[in-house]
C-alpha cells in the first residue's frame, strides 16, 4: 500500500518516495495552457498519467472530449473535509478515434467514457465496460457529436443483451420493465433474470431520456446555458444551476456576496429535503407501505407549497443564475434585498415548523413499519471495497461508512455547523435510514440559514443579482456542488460572449452501474422497493 | 412493459403520427396513463404530485392505471426522444377507442428546452391532434387538474398558465 502525500500549507506536495512522480506532478510537468490548473499531456505522459492512478489517491472528478482532445478532471484526493477542491485538468489531444482509458483503474470513468463514445465516436483503450451508454441507435447519426456524424437509418435490431444467467436459462425467467411503467419516474428499461426466488441478473438500458444536454449547452448565451443547467434533473436542478453559475463566476473572477451564497446553500438544503422525500416516497410505495408513501408525498408537497407561498416557485428551478439569485417572493419580479430576506426567513421558518412536528411523525411511522425496515436489510447491498473504489458521496456513499461531503469546506456554508450522517450497512434500509438523518440535517442547517436572513442587519447590503457579460477572450472555470446525491461539478468554458462548452459531472451515471451491481440478490418482490431506494435519475444518468 | 412495447420500439422508430383523435366522451371514471418521454423529470413529479396529493382527484372521477390498455387518456410528460416515440406510440395503439392526448409541460407541447436535434424528436404538438395541452416548465398540479376538468367539462374555461 502507497503512503499517502502530505500536504503542506501552500499546496507543495512531499511524497515518501520523492522518486515516485504523483497524478499532481505529471499533470503539471504538462504544457501549460491560458487556464491555471489546466495542461497538455503528450501521449505518453497521458500513459504514465492513467499507470500512476493505480497508487494515488487522485481522485477522478470528470472526463469529457471536445472532438479535438480528451479532459481528465482529477482532485488531489477525496473532495470534502478542510481542503475541499483541489482540481487540475489534463488534456490530451486526440491524434485518431482513441484514447488511452481510465475505467480498467478508475472505474469511475466508465459513465464517461460510455458517453464519449457514443457522442463523439472516441473509443478508449482497455475500457472496463464496452456497452453502449446512450446511443442505441435509434438517432438520426452515430457519433452525434463529432465531425463527421454518420447518418443512421434510424433503424436498429432488438437491443444486445447479455446471454441469460445458466441458472436463469435452465430454471427462471426473464422480466422487464419499463421504459413506459405508468409510474412517475424518467424512462429506463430494466431485464431481470430471475430464479429461485432471487433477482440473479439486473440489466439496464439505458438512453431513452437522452436529450443531448452537452450539445445544447454548447455555443449557447449565458441565459440559456443557465435554464438548461437546471433542466438536467429536477431532483438537483438547484445544484446543477449553482455549479454551473459558480463555474462561470470563478471564470470571470466575480466574486460573489457571502449572503448570495447563503441563499442559494439554503436553496439546496430545501431541494435536499425535496429530492430525500420522492425518493423515501417512492420506496415506501413500491414496499406498499400505503399509509407511509401518503404522508410522505403530502409532506413534500407541503414543502413545495411553503415555497410557492413563499418565492413563486413549487420546484426552485431558476432561483440560481450566474451573478447571484434571482428571487420573486410571490412574484415574478426582482423585489428589494430586504423584502426577499424577509421572505426567506419566513420560508426558513415555516420548513422549521415541518421539522419539528409532521418530520418527526413520519420518521416515527417509518420505524414503526416492518416492510420498509427489517423488511429491507439485507438487500441491495453495496460492498464498502465498491463504494470505495467508486469514490461514492451522497446517501449512498453515506450508508456504507464514506463520510466525505464538500458542503465542510464551502464557502457558503460557512457559519453553519454540518454534522454528515455515516451508517456502516450499505444496504436499502441503512440508505433510508440516511436520507432521513440527511433530512435533519437539512432542516438544522435552514433553520440556522433563516437566522442570518435578517433585514434589521444594517451592514452595506450588495445586491442579489449582478448581472454578468461574457468577456470576448476565452476563459475557463469549474465548481462543485453538494448534490442530493453526490458530488456535481461542472467546468465551463467562455469565449466571445458565449458559453463555448459546458462539462457536466452527475453522479447517477456512476450509481446507475451501481444499481446494476448491488440489485442482483434480493427477491422479486422487493425489487421495486430496493431499486428506488438508490433514487437514480435516468434523466440524469443520459443528460 | 410487454415485449411486444419494446419490440415496437426497435422496428416502428419515426412512424409517422396516427389519424386525427375522436373527441372524448366524458365517463367515470377517466382512466389516464402516464408517460415521460423524457425530459428533467419536473413535470413528471408534478403529475405524481397532483396523483399522490390532497388534490380531490377521485372526486373528480380521475384515476390512474399501469397498463394502456385499460387507459382513456394518454398523459405525456416530457419532449419526445426518438427512443421514446415508438414507446409512446405503442402505449397509443393498445389504448381502446374512444381516446385522448394530453400533453403536460412545455416539453410534451413543442418540446419546450428540448426542441428536435439527432436525439430528441420534439413536442406532441406537430405530430398528433393533442386534446389538452398544459403549458409551463413545469406547470403547478393545480394547472395540471385545472386542465383535465376544463377538458371534461362542456364549455371549456380558459386553462390557467403555470
Ligand atoms: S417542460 Fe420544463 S419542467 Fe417539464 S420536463 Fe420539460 S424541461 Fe422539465
Known amino acids: 500500500m502507497s503512503i499517502p502525500p502530505i500536504l503542506f500549507g501552500g499546496g507543495a506536495l512531499v511524497t515518501q518516495e520523492p522518486s515516485r512522480p504523483t497524478v499532481r506532478t505529471l499533470i503539471r510537468n504538462g504544457q501549460k495552457t491560458e487556464t491555471a490548473w489546466r495542461f497538455e499531456l503528450t501521449e505518453d505522459a497521458w500513459f504514465d498519467l492513467v499507470e500512476c492512478l493505480r497508487d494515488d489517491p487522485a481522485v477522478l472528478l470528470g472526463l469529457w472530449c471536445d472532438g479535438k482532445a480528451v479532459h481528465a478532471f482529477f482532485n488531489d484526493g477525496v473532495p470534502g473535509g478542510e481542503v475541499g477542491l483541489r482540481p487540475l485538468m489534463a488534456s490530451l489531444v486526440l491524434d485518431g478515434p482513441r484514447y488511452r482509458g481510465f475505467s480498467a483503474i478508475r472505474h469511475r470513468a466508465a459513465p464517461f467514457e460510455r458517453m464519449i463514445r457514443d457522442l463523439w465516436g472516441v473509443e478508449a483503450m482497455d475500457a472496463a465496460d464496452t456497452r453502449p451508454l446512450v446511443d442505441r441507435g435509434a438517432w438520426t447519426v452515430t457519433a452525434p457529436l463529432s465531425e463527421r456524424p454518420v447518418p443512421t437509418s434510424g433503424m436498429t435490431d432488438m437491443p444486445e443483451f447479455a446471454a441469460p444467467d445458466p441458472v436463469v436459462a435452465a430454471q427462471g425467467m426473464v422480466f422487464s420493465r419499463g421504459p413506459a411503467s405508468g409510474g412517475s419516474e424518467g424512462p429506463v428499461h430494466f431485464r431481470l433474470g430471475v430464479a429461485n426466488e432471487r433477482v440473479r441478473t439486473v440489466e439496464a438500458l439505458t438512453g431513452f431520456a437522452h436529450r443531448g444536454m452537452e450539445a445544447r449547452m454548447a455555443g449557447v448565451s449565458l441565459t440559456e446555458a443557465a435554464a438548461l443547467s437546471g433542466r438536467i434533473h429536477v431532483g438537483a436542478s438547484v445544484a446543477h444551476q449553482w455549479a454551473f453559475s459558480a463555474a462561470v463566476e470563478q471564470a470571470m473572477g466575480t466574486t460573489i456576496a457571502p449572503m448570495i451564497g447563503h441563499i442559494r446553500a439554503m436553496l439546496c438544503e430545501i431541494e435536499r429535503i425535496h429530492t430525500h422525500l420522492t425518493s423515501l416516497a417512492r420506496t415506501a410505495d413500491a414496499a406498499g407501505a400505503e399509509m407511509l408513501a401518503t404522508r410522505l408525498y403530502k409532506a413534500r408537497d407541503i414543502l413545495s407549497r411553503v415555497c410557492q407561498a413563499a418565492i413563486g416557485r413549487r420546484l426552485l428551478l431558476d432561483c440560481v443564475v450566474p451573478g447571484g439569485v434571482t428571487l420573486a417572493i410571490s412574484g415574478y419580479e426582482q423585489l428589494p434585498e430586504d423584502v426577499v430576506l424577509d421572505g426567506l426567513r419566513t420560508l426558513c421558518e415555516e420548513i422549521a415548523v415541518f421539522g419539528t412536528g409532521d418530520f418527526l411523525d413520519i420518521q416515527a411511522l417509518w420505524q414503526a413499519t416492518g416492510v420498509v425496515t427489517s423488511g429491507l436489510v439485507g438487500e441491495g447491498v453495496v460492498p464498502r471495497s465498491l463504494a470505495d473504489a467508486l469514490v461514492l458521496g451522497g446517501a449512498i456513499g453515506r450508508s456504507c461508512g464514506r463520510g466525505a461531503d464538500l458542503r465542510q469546506s464551502m464557502e457558503a456554508y460557512s457559519g453553519v455547523r454540518i454534522r454528515t450522517p455515516v451508517a456502516i450497512e450499505g444496504d436499502a434500509a441503512a440508505r433510508c435510514r440516511i436520507r432521513f438523518e440527511d433530512i435533519a440535517e437539512s432542516l438544522r442547517m435552514i433553520a440556522a440559514f433563516g437566522a442570518m436572513f435578517s433585514p434589521d442587519d444594517e451592514a452595506e447590503r450588495p445586491s442579489f443579482l449582478v448581472p454578468l457579460k461574457i468577456p470576448q477572450e476565452r476563459c475557463e472555470g469549474y465548481a462543485a456542488v453538494e448534490g442530493p446525491d453526490g458530488l456535481i461539478c461542472h467546468v465551463v468554458i467562455l469565449q466571445a460572449g458565449r458559453v463555448e462548452r459546458t462539462f457536466i459531472a452527475e453522479p447517477a451515471g456512476v450509481l446507475q452501474g451501481v444499481q446494476e451491481t448491488a440489485l442482483p440478490g434480493s427477491s422479486p418482490s422487493k425489487f421495486d422497493a430496493v431499486r428506488c431506494s438508490f433514487g437514480v435519475s435516468v434523466a440524469a444518468v443520459d443528460l | ?162
Not at chain 2, 419490440?7 to 403520427?17: G, H, Y
Open chain 2, 1 to 162: 412493459m410487454s415485449t411486444v412495447l419494446i419490440r415496437a420500439l426497435f422496428t416502428s422508430l419515426l412512424a409517422p403520427a396516427g389519424p386525427a383523435l375522436p373527441p372524448v366522451v366524458s365517463r367515470s371514471p377517466l382512466v389516464f396513463f402516464h408517460v415521460d418521454s423524457g425530459g428533467c423529470e419536473a413535470c413528471s413529479l408534478e403529475v405524481e404530485a397532483l396523483r399522490k396529493g390532497d388534490y380531490g382527484l377521485a372526486e373528480a372521477g380521475i384515476v390512474f392505471t399501469d397498463a394502456p390498455r385499460l387507459a382513456d387518456m394518454l398523459l405525456v410528460t416530457g419532449t419526445c426522444t426518438r427512443m421514446m416515440a415508438p414507446v409512446v406510440k405503442a402505449a397509443w395503439e393498445a389504448m381502446p377507442q374512444p381516446k385522448g392526448l394530453l400533453a403536460v409541460g412545455a416539453c410534451a407541447i413543442d418540446g419546450g428546452p428540448f426542441a428536435e436535434n439527432y436525439a430528441v424528436l420534439g413536442g406532441l404538438e406537430k405530430r398528433a391532434s393533442v386534446d389538452c395541452a398544459i403549458p409551463g416548465c413545469p406547470p403547478t398540479p393545480d394547472a395540471i387538474l385545472q386542465g383535465i376538468v376544463n377538458l371534461l367539462s362542456p364549455t371549456p374555461a380558459p386553462i390557467m398558465e403555470a
